[in-house]
């Protein structure tokens, strides 16, 4: 099933950067003065991060989705296995949320000391992407996981 979930989440996420990528030319087109020159490597370090960290998130989702419950539980017991569940998708989803905010803000610091000059376009890019991944992905996340 992670498959399948993973695959159908790539699918969405190839499309939007596709659509990233015509917004992307069309402002090298009319407005470059907007882009940094290392713009487009930014959109696929976007790409990268952004289906790394999912698939953890994804994991954990398929995990509550096979859970089976166990019969011989009672009722109390069997809402503490969901809860656990539940726990585990929240901690998981903060780590793929930590790691990648980690990884931005590596790549930040040290292309601030690298190219001073072009620091402002960079920032800015990576502002208007980052917001734009992230509503992507909240989208996405709002979905419910089905079978």
Not at 15 to 41: D, E, G, H, Q
Not at 60 to 73: A, F, I, Q
Not at 100 to 109: D, H, I, R
């Amino acid at each position: 099933m992670f498959k399948k979930l993973y695959f159908k989440y790539l699918q969405r996420l190839l499309l939007f950067t596709i659509c990233i990528l015509a917004v992307y030319m069309l402002c090298a087109k009319f407005a470059p003065f907007l882009l940094s020159t290392n713009c487009i490597y930014l959109i696929i370090l976007f790409l990268i991060v952004i289906a790394g960290t999912h698939a953890i998130v994804i994991q954990t989702d398929v995990k509550r989705l096979e859970h089976e419950p166990d019969p011989s539980l009672n009722e109390e017991e069997r809402k503490k296995e969901i809860f656990d569940l539940e726990k585990k998708f929240i901690a998981h989803y903060m780590l793929a949320t930590t790691i990648k905010l980690l990884t931005f803000l590596v790549l930040l610091v040290a292309y601030a000391f690298a190219y001073r000059a072009d620091m402002l376009r960079f920032g800015l890019n990576f502002i208007v992407l980052y917001i734009s991944y992230s509503l992507f992905e909240i989208f996405i996340l709002k979905k419910p996981v089905t079978k």
